[in-house]
């Protein structure tokens, strides 16, 4: 079936970077975009920006423009989202999504940043 | 704060019809589609509604969707209990960036 796998819960130090994973499976990885959106707790969605995987364009929120970057490894039909100089602010669950309409949703990333 | 302006909380008693709106401006919800979605607790958020007024396959008829302008509602009718959840409306701007409204917190009585 049609699905986004991520990868497991991190925890970093204010200052580090981290990278989350989410796999594609069960459709043409490179027919859809990739959105990255977070969820701090209790919080709202907040989208981060997003990767055409057939072309490697990259769009993202001026929020992030500076410390996220999306990439992608089309053999192996994954994207990823890394996000530097982490803060206690950006402990969140990071979900990727797929396409303009979003419709299908990785299962989340926990990311703790905390000293 | 969001871009989108939605109410923090809705209520409803079963069988009861609701509606939550969303708010935005010329250069999101005035120029692209909206989509709306449900976020049960400790889940991913689901493709709700599509292209301002279009179910997924799955999604109750219950559930629909409208947009006039640069405003757009969710309604929910024969309200359930399992509609308990999050639900958020979305769209673009016309930088191509993702915009989301705050959520709105339904809670069946």
């Known amino acids: 079936q049609v699905q986004l796998v991520q990868s497991g819960a991190e925890v970093k130090k204010p200052g580090a970077s981290v990278k989350v994973s989410c796999k594609a499976s069960?459709?043409?990885?490179?027919?859809?975009?990739i959105n990255w959106v977070r969820q701090a707790t209790g919080q709202g969605l907040e989208w981060m920006g997003w990767?055409?995987?057939?072309?490697?364009?990259?769009g993202y929120a001026q929020k992030f423009q500076d410390r996220v970057t999306i990439t992608r490894n089309t053999s192996i039909n994954t994207n990823y989202m890394e996000l530097s100089s982490l803060r206690s602010e950006d402990t969140a669950v990071y979900y990727c999504?797929?396409?303009?309409?979003?419709?299908?949703w990785g299962q989340g990333t926990m990311v703790t940043v905390s000293s | 704060q969001s871009v989108l302006t939605q109410p923090p909380s809705a209520s409803g008693t079963p069988g009861q019809r609701v509606t939550i709106s969303c708010s935005g401006s010329?250069?999101?919800?005035?120029?692209?589609?909206v989509n709306w979605y449900q976020q049960l607790p400790g889940t991913a958020p689901k493709l709700l509604i599509y292209?301002?007024?279009q179910r997924p396959s799955g999604v109750p008829d219950r559930f629909s969707g409208s947009k006039s302008g640069t405003s757009a509602s969710l309604a929910i009718s024969g309200l359930q209990s399992e509609d308990e959840a999050d639900y958020y409306c979305?769209?673009?701007?016309?930088?191509?960036?993702?915009?989301f409204g705050g959520g709105t917190k339904l809670t069946v009585l």
């Open positions: 990767m055409n995987p057939n072309s490697g364009n990259t």
């Open positions: 979305a769209s673009w701007d016309d930088s191509l960036n993702g915009v």
């Open positions: 292209r301002n007024n």
């Open positions: 069960g459709y043409t990885f490179t027919s859809y975009d």
């Open positions: 010329s250069s999101n919800i005035g120029s692209n589609t």
């Open positions: 999504a797929r396409g303009r309409l979003f419709d299908i």
